[in-house]
């Protein structure tokens, strides 16, 4: 699926989180959302895992959506998060053991998370925790879910902002690839590697070495980023000569599918 032309015919968000990673709805939910938006394209994008895309592949048929299938992996580069959206991946042997590896990390961190919340006196059990996240990815977001279910804390955000995010008291790093290791992975698996979310990075010299070094394009339009970043990263994937993308990153109702300040 030619990215570029899905852009210029409109109507698409290819930025899209389901319950395989830390979204809230199933994929086959998030096609019909889609539908209800007057969406014509999505991509679902989840949490270093494709394990959405063949159910969003499926709605996708029967409600007439046209589904990229797509991952974000996580990277890390100078002590920033740096996350890598993949367009049009073909799932080969290496991006596979690589999942799988990161899985496994991924539960490993959680229990050693949960630990932490536990010494603070906020007593939660695995279990606990996958109750939200079922059978997809387990995220930072499901266990500030399940602190808030317990009754320890009365917000999701809150939970958060004080002690999952990071340099906080229960913040513990996943399994990371540099975002070279990232890029080549999606390549190799037939993809397109795109900056994700620019403005989390939050040094815009940083986002300048980042597509110096094999990207295929910028996501210039999203949820959080306003005109003045759009101006400035429409410029930055003119210089490099890449693609320009651009996406919600929906997760819950609290963000719109297919509004993304796309101006």
Not at 11 to 20: R, S
Not at 98 to 125: Q, S, V, Y
Not at 137 to 158: C, E, F, L, M, N
Not at 233 to 243: D, P, T
Request: aromatic residues 8%; negative net charge.
């Amino acid at each position: 699926m030619n990215l570029k032309d899905i852009i210029e015919a409109g109507h698409f968000d290819l930025h899209v989180h389901t319950k395989a990673s830390d979204g809230d709805y199933s994929p086959t939910d998030v096609v019909k959302k889609a539908k209800k938006a007057g969406l014509k394209t999505i991509a679902i994008t989840d949490h270093d895992t494709l394990e959405g895309i063949a159910e969003a592949q499926k709605a996708g048929k029967h409600f007439g959506i046209q589904i990229i299938p797509a991952i974000e992996l996580s990277t890390k580069y100078k002590g920033k998060s740096v996350d890598i959206l993949g367009y049009n991946i073909t799932v080969g042997e290496e991006l596979k053991s690589t999942l799988l590896r990161m899985r496994e990390g991924r539960e490993e961190r959680a229990k050693r998370i949960i630990e932490k919340f536990n010494d603070l006196g906020f007593i939660l059990t695995l279990e606990d925790v996958k109750a939200f996240s079922e059978d997809g990815v387990i995220a930072r977001p499901h266990i500030a879910k399940a602190v808030v279910k317990k009754g320890y804390i009365s917000d999701y955000q809150t939970v958060f902002d004080d002690y999952l995010a990071d340099d906080k008291p229960c913040a513990i790093d996943k399994i990371i690839l540099s975002p070279k290791e990232g890029i080549r992975l999606i390549h190799e698996a037939g993809g397109e590697a795109v900056l994700a979310h620019p403005v989390y990075i939050g040094d815009d010299n940083i986002v300048r070495e980042l597509l110096s070094i094999g990207f295929d394009g910028i996501e210039v339009w999203h949820r959080s980023q306003n005109k003045i970043h759009n101006k400035k990263y429409k410029a930055m994937a003119e210089e490099f000569e890449l693609l320009m993308t651009g996406g919600s990153d929906f997760h819950s109702e609290s963000h719109q599918l297919g509004r993304f300040g796309m101006e």
